[in-house]
């Protein structure tokens, strides 16, 4: 079964650089989640869109922005990064009124 | 608050029965989730529990839920050394975010 792409898997960047995730939900999924994961810690929620609208907020910084579009692929961009950035990355999707949020392998962000 | 809590460690013998337990705050969570995730991979959704239900077998995997003490367990049957992982128990009050606990890493000794 398709599951949910996430690219790059693994991205270097240096302090105030920006970089963009990019995600593709499982097919027929219309809802995305973003979560941040930092070393040893539990995911934390960052954003989700449903039908390409925000439908809810964590605790995204404002340097960081999102959006999905009309193919349902969302993107992250993350600008000025810090050191702090430094984290896994994981999009999520579900389909439309189901309960299963079903995540990507991640993309491992490294800030130099 | 949405504090969702777990024990840091669990160690058992291969072919025993593992416990990993997980109590939460929120009372409106919906659905509580256990995922899987084993080092330098993603997480794995293994099962799932509506709030209206108080048990769920799925293989080797039970899910218990007291929704009165806000504690939900999960039980895997004849542990196996593929077990090893870190074990997130997760909640969310509808379709939306899902927040996570901090997760047990299992240790399944041969």
């Known amino acids: 079964a398709a599951g949910v792409i996430q690219s790059p898997r693994h991205l270097i960047k240096e302090k105030r650089e920006t970089a963009t995730l990019k995600c593709y939900p499982i097919p027929r999924h219309d809802t995305v989640y973003w979560y941040q994961q930092g070393p040893g810690q539990d995911p934390q929620f960052l954003i989700s869109?449903?039908?390409?609208?925000?439908?809810d907020k964590g605790s995204i910084p404002d340097r960081f922005s999102a959006q999905q579009f009309s193919d349902y692929h969302s993107e992250l961009n993350m600008s000025s990064l810090e050191l702090g950035d430094s984290a896994l990355y994981f999009c999520?999707?579900?389909?439309?009124?189901?309960?299963?949020?079903?995540f990507g392998p991640g993309t491992r962000l490294t800030v130099t | 608050g949405e504090d969702v809590e777990q024990s840091l460690f669990l160690s058992v013998r291969e072919g025993d029965s593992s416990v990993i337990n997980c109590t939460y705050t929120?009372?409106?969570?919906?659905?509580l989730y256990w995922y899987k995730q084993e080092p330098g991979a993603g997480l794995q959704l293994l099962t799932y529990i509506f709030s209206n239900m108080d048990m769920k077998q799925d293989q080797r995997l039970t899910v218990l839920l007291n929704k009165k003490d806000k504690h939900l367990s999960l039980r895997i049957a004849d542990t196996q050394t593929g077990d090893s992982a870190i074990y997130f128990c997760a909640e969310n009050g509808g379709y939306q975010k899902v927040t996570f606990g901090t997760g047990t890493k299992l240790q399944v000794i041969p």
């Open positions: 869109f449903y039908e390409k609208m925000q439908s």
């Open positions: 999520a999707s579900s389909g439309r009124h189901s309960p299963e949020q079903y």
């Open positions: 929120d009372s409106s969570s919906t659905y």
